[in-house]
């Protein structure tokens, strides 16, 4: 782990409030088939007061979960949609229909369904794509944007889970909420023996050299160490070291990350190396890398080495 007094946890807790959350957007397309059900759909992974923490039970609840992310990624930021997406007011894409959606919802805000019953809103998710399950269809998302097979080579006793479309309503944006999902995400890693976490976060933007401070931050602080570094697919790759460590303002760096980012430095990430833009979210992605052993132990103390902070 790194140590030391350029250690980007440190740094985040000295610079930044409560980790928060944002948006780790990636593409969209036309949904795929059907969304299998997830096992043990029913259960609850964690509460703190109305909100409950858990997997979507059905394809219904992951389509909702779609148009959450529709209201934030489309109509709150800036990305752009095709008619279809429009026409759905649905972010969705293939590999929907094959990952497990984490869900937070809030039992204390209801909603009518179009059969008129109330239900409790989805103001949270996370798509969950393990690697057993990746390997029987499309392979990871992130895989367009990162060489990530090298790494899954190069560690073959090694369960990988991927962590994408994050999500939150924005009056569900504080500690709670995020809370939960983190909960929800480590009881999900411990049940399926889970050795390493990754997945693209988004910084607002497609101009690298208005993120130079971010990005450079990133590159001299936490960028990981060789045996999990990871490089931006050649056609799209984009130099994250555009300013020297030693003229960086680290405060301002730190300030201007998105809230997700700053959580994920917090929990002990490493970053990939190479930024990749997407113009049609208008952000600019980078890779997340979080083996489990090289998680922060104040975390995982945190919400318990068996998850049950928060269970109910």
Known sequence: MRQGLFSPRKLVRRFTPAMRTSVAATNTARPGPPV??????????????????RMARNFKEVKKAQRLRYEVFYEEMSATADTHTIATRRDADPFDAYCDHLLVV?????????????????????????QDVAEQHSGF??????????????????????????????PYRNKKTVELLWHGIWSYVLRHNIDV???????????????AQQLSFLHHNARAPEQWRVRAV???????????????????????????????LRLGAFIGDGAVVDHQFGTTDVLIIMPVSELNTRYV??????ASRYSS
Not at 164 to 170: A, D, H, N, Q, Y
Not at 240 to 261: C, G, S, Y
């Open 36 to 53: 299998h059900t997830p096992v043990k759909t029913g259960e609850t992974l964690g509460r703190i007061g109305s909100l409950e923490v």
């Open 197 to 211: 976490m990754l997945g693209c976060a988004s910084i607002e933007g497609t101009n690298p050299d208005v993120l």
């Open 301 to 306: 103390n945190y919400y318990g080495a068996d």
């Open 141 to 170: 998302y992130t895989s367009g944007e990162y060489n990530i097979r090298q790494i899954i080579e190069t560690n073959p006793g090694k369960r990988f889970l991927e962590l994408g479309r994050s999500c939150v309503l924005k």
């Open 106 to 130: 809030d039992h204390a805000s209801l909603k009518r369904n179009k059969l008129g019953r109330l239900k409790p809103e989805i103001v949270g998710t996370y798509r969950l794509l393990r």
């Open 234 to 264: 050649k056609d799209r790759y984009v130099e994250m070291n555009r300013i020297p460590a030693d003229q960086i303002n680290a405060k301002a760096a730190l300030r201007a990350l998105p809230p997700l980012v700053k959580g994920y």
